[in-house]
């Protein structure tokens, strides 16, 4: 199976706009999906396909694609936003997570 | 509401086996894949296994031929068997329904699996 790559860490002020980078070789050819996940909590589908927004997840929460990489998007960022996010796709040898970034809010 | 709520989880000595199970509710079990998500402490996500609606079954290299999934859909259950365990298996392991087959939507709160001496 492939690699998808993710910084570890991203730190941004609140009410600043935090990305979040994952980059992996079949991105092109297959959806990403972003989860969140704070301590001692499952993680959370917060975008699905590359771009859309499950309901209940707020609007300053987004994503785009770009040929090897997506990124995840977070507007207006609040201390509740403090987590680590994970990007996640698959292949035909099954599901792939990131090595997970941990978002700081300042 | 729609949850699902892992079990079994323990204590196990290198070269056991142990068996988790994960109660399902508020939605048809029957009708979703169904996948195993496990997490050490401190570490990222790794995908397990999962099983169809039709009982197929699929794994990644790390656990393939030690571990089986399978459900009771009458029961609303799934279940990891989990044989020949090492200490690199220790990890919370969640229950996570399929979502557009490809990713997880819905996840349970996860069992701690300690492989150790």
């Known amino acids: 199976?492939?690699?998808?790559?993710?910084?570890?860490?991203?730190?941004?002020?609140?009410g600043q706009t935090a990305r979040i980078t994952c980059s992996g070789d079949a991105l092109p050819k297959q959806y990403a999906y972003w989860y969140q996940q704070k301590p001692g909590q499952a993680p959370v589908l917060v975008i699905y396909k590359d771009s859309e927004r499950p309901s209940g997840i707020p609007e300053r929460f987004s994503g785009s694609s770009s040929g090897t990489t997506v990124t995840l998007t977070i507007s207006g960022v609040q201390a509740?936003?403090?987590a680590d996010y994970y990007c996640q796709s698959a292949d035909s040898s099954g599901r792939v997570f990131g090595g997970g970034t941990k978002l700081t809010v300042l | 509401e729609v949850q699902l709520v892992e079990s079994g989880g323990g204590l196990v000595q290198p070269g056991g086996s142990l068996r988790l199970s994960c109660a399902a509710s508020g939605f048809t079990f029957s009708s979703y894949d169904m996948h195993w998500v496990r997490q050490a402490t401190g570490k990222g996500l790794e995908w397990v296994s999962a099983i169809g609606t039709a009982g197929d079954t699929y794994y990644p290299g790390s656990v393939k031929g030690r571990f089986t999934i399978s459900r009771e859909n009458a029961k609303n259950s799934l279940y990891l068997q989990m044989n020949s365990l090492r200490a690199g298996d220790t990890a919370v392991y969640y229950c996570a329904r399929d979502f557009d087959g490809w990713a997880f939507d819905i996840w349970g709160q996860g069992t701690m699996v300690t492989v150790s001496s």
Do not use: A, G, N
């Open chain 1, 1 to 14: 199976s492939y690699e998808l790559t993710q910084p570890p860490s991203v730190s941004v002020s609140p």
């Open chain 1, 80 to 82: 509740e936003d403090e």
